[in-house]
Nanobody, 119 residues
Framework: QVQLEESGGGLVQAGDSVSLSCAASGLTVKSYVLGWFRQVPGKEREFVASISWSGAITPYEDSVKGRFTISRDNALDTVYLQMHNVKPEDTAVYYC????????????WGQGTQVTVLP
């Protein structure tokens, strides 16, 4: 059974840094693109960042470029999201996801972790 479990997040002040982790089990992560998404109530889930199996390709959503960094450790089956200079508009539930590298869509999702940024 595939499981993605996020950790980190919480309540922070604007300008702080936040680190999120997502541990995967039940799959061979090096065969998957790993990504982070976020969602606020009343809005659709949006893409934040993703990372290819090798780590060479890391697209970001425009509003987080230069502030967030995605990375992965295939040996630990873990993907990370380092968030710097966070803003109130970064407040959301953050989800990690896995997409088999030949698939069109993300097929596995975590339960999410809340990040709340106070002004």
């Amino acid at each position: 059974q595939v499981q993605l479990e996020e950790s980190g997040g919480g309540l922070v002040q604007a300008g702080d840094s936040v680190s999120l982790s997502c541990a995967a089990s039940g799959l061979t992560v090096k065969s998957y693109v790993l990504g982070w998404f976020r969602q606020v109530p009343g809005k659709e889930r949006e893409f934040v960042a993703s990372i290819s199996w090798s780590g060479a390709i890391t697209p970001y959503e425009d509003s987080v470029k230069g502030r967030f960094t995605i990375s992965r450790d295939n040996a630990l089956d873990t993907v990370y999201l380092q968030m710097h200079n966070v803003k109130p508009e970064d407040t959301a539930v953050y989800y990690c996801a896995a997409k088999y590298r030949f698939a069109n869509q993300y097929g596995h999702w975590g339960q999410g972790t809340q990040v709340t940024v106070l002004p």
